[in-house]
């Protein structure tokens, strides 16, 4: 019977310390996307970058001898999911690091968090510049606000040659409100005029009253910096009011499901983003051609941020030579000439990325190539 309950008494001690066993024996990293609800493409397509990163990685043996363990949560494109769910990663699953995610509003929700329990946050896609400035210990692999703003000034003034451009952004998207900013400023300090500036809320399906007033300011273009479902509704609509002026956007556009919702009406648009498949250097060819091979689909801009941004913490975690948080924040902030696929990175003071961009079109339903643009 003393037997027994030794046996007993062992195995019970096994199923206490087995977990934590295991638990050494990988590298958890938490990333929390938008997998569903209405901008599901951002999280899948960055999620997809993601997960082939750490499928690299432990295909060649993995890091500091450790497999990677990639933990992954949908916060269904809702405002407060993201800070339960990054919670979460920090106290019951004991992450080393936190990516996510594209939307700039969704990712300030989770910085104050990791930046209390100094746990390093990698946003792939969050360009509002004030992310970064909640604390040290985060950072991101896109390029800011600012910049996309004042490319597409630059482009309306001296590709489009308007003068009179138009303004519909989001009062409650902190991208649209900072892109819009910051276009609106170098537009006007350039000479151009703002004939008219329109405002509606995230989840509007009906922006009629806004475009007939553009129309009526007579707009030679219109800046929308808008998430692919408004920005699709706003193309459609404006079309059927009989308004024929360029649309601009942002990297919040780039997804199959602008062309698909918009048709037509977004043909000849213009964004600005981080990315282009048919750039031609070997990384990113060998990125493109390994991510179609893997999913069955080419690469975007938010799968090769997604893939930028495991990478950047990965090469981190392999030149600090530890996941301990302090030391791993420190190597972050080092990283210079990282080559990522969505540009070489290297980050500032404030640890955003001095990269550059490029100006995509959409034509016969696909997004194609236009120009290249450095800082």
Not at 209 to 219: M, R, V
Request: charged share 20%; glycine share 8%; proline share 4%.
């Amino acid at each position: 019977m003393r037997r027994l309950f030794r046996t007993l008494s062992l195995l019970s001690l096994f199923a206490l310390v087995a977990p934590a066993l295991r638990a050494q024996d990988t590298i958890k990293i938490g990333e929390f996307a938008s997998m569903t609800g209405k901008e599901a493409t951002f999280g899948q397509f960055a999620h997809k970058g993601t997960l082939q990163a750490i499928e690299e990685v432990n295909a060649a043996g993995g890091i500091l001898g450790k497999k990677i363990e990639l933990l992954l949560e949908d916060n269904q494109s809702k405002p407060g999911e993201s800070a339960t769910i990054v919670k979460k990663f920090i106290s019951r699953d004991k992450v080393v690091a936190v990516l996510g995610e594209i939307v700039s509003s969704r990712s300030l929700e989770a910085a104050p968090i990791c930046q209390n329990a100094k746990i390093p946050l990698i946003s792939p896609g969050a360009t509002a510049p004030e992310f970064t400035s909640k604390g040290d210990y985060i950072f991101r692999a896109c390029f800011i606000d600012p910049f996309a703003g004042t490319i597409m000034a630059k482009f309306a003034k001296d590709t489009l040659k308007a003068r009179r451009v138009a303004v519909l952004s989001s009062v409650s998207s902190a991208q649209s409100v900072g892109i819009a900013k910051f276009f609106r400023e170098r537009f006007t300090a350039d000479g151009g005029t703002i004939v008219a500036d329109q405002k509606f809320s995230e989840g509007d399906k009906d922006f009629r009253a806004q475009l007939t007033a553009i129309k009526a300011a007579g707009a030679e273009a219109v800046f929308a910096p808008a998430y692919y479902a408004e920005a699709a509704l706003i193309c459609k609509q404006a079309r059927d009011l009989g308004l024929t002026a360029p649309f601009l956007g942002t990297d919040g556009w780039e997804s199959a499901d602008l062309v698909g919702i918009g048709g037509t009406a977004v043909e000849g648009c213009f964004i600005v983003t981080h990315y282009s498949p048919e750039n031609q250097s070997p990384l990113v060819a060998a990125f493109n051609a390994h991510f179609l091979k893997r999913w069955g689909s080419p690469s975007n801009a938010l799968s090769a941020l997604g893939y930028d941004s495991a990478m950047m913490l990965i090469d981190a975690i392999k030149r600090a030579g530890t996941t301990d948080g302090p030391k791993l924040r420190d190597a972050l902030a080092a990283t210079k000439n990282f080559p990522g696929a969505a540009g070489t990175i290297t980050l500032d003071a404030n640890r955003n990325p001095t990269k550059s961009a490029v100006v995509l079109t959409v034509k016969n339903g696909k997004f194609a190539f236009l120009q290249d643009v450095s800082p």
